[in-house]
């Protein structure tokens, strides 16, 4: 065989191989990418529930509906016995860039519900677009 054609073969080889290898590492790292991003909302959603455990220790309850989580961050007026902030920076946007959603009272037992309504930002889903609730253990 002629060497420039062994050089073609191998040129089209390696091409072959620098093609396929993309399609398969890619979709593992965007699945590891959607995993962090999931164990970073369960994450933030923990941090807010102990959070407002400290809150409700201080205030005498948790914050409402309209004050939400900003209560955690600055005093709502005439909230008495509020000795915050109850984190440290600003509430955060879930890991996709949305808001948290806060109901006070819940509708899992009486304490706030906290929601992520995951990568589309709407409720219901699956993957990574289900929603993710301080009422499921994570």
């Given at each position: 065989m002629p060497t420039a054609?062994?050089?073609l073969l191998a040129a089209a080889l390696a091409g072959l191989v620098l093609m396929l290898l993309p399609a398969l590492v890619v979709p593992s790292l965007l699945r590891h990418a959607d995993?962090?991003?999931i164990?970073?909302?369960q994450t933030d959603i923990r941090a807010f529930a102990t959070a407002l455990a400290s809150y409700?220790?201080?205030a005498g309850e948790f914050p409402t509906?309209?004050?939400g989580l900003r209560a955690l961050r600055e005093k709502p007026e005439g909230v008495k016995g509020?000795?915050?902030p109850y984190i440290q920076a600003d509430v955060p946007k879930d890991p996709w860039g949305h808001d948290y959603v806060y109901r006070y009272p819940g509708e899992h037992g009486?304490?706030?519900?906290?929601?992520?309504?995951g990568a589309?930002?709407?409720p219901g889903g699956d993957g990574i677009n289900a929603d993710i609730v301080s009422w499921e253990k994570s």
């Open positions: 054609v062994k050089i995993r962090t991003r164990t970073h909302a409700k220790v201080d509906a309209e004050q509020w000795a915050g009486g304490v706030p519900d906290i929601v992520c309504y589309d930002g709407q």
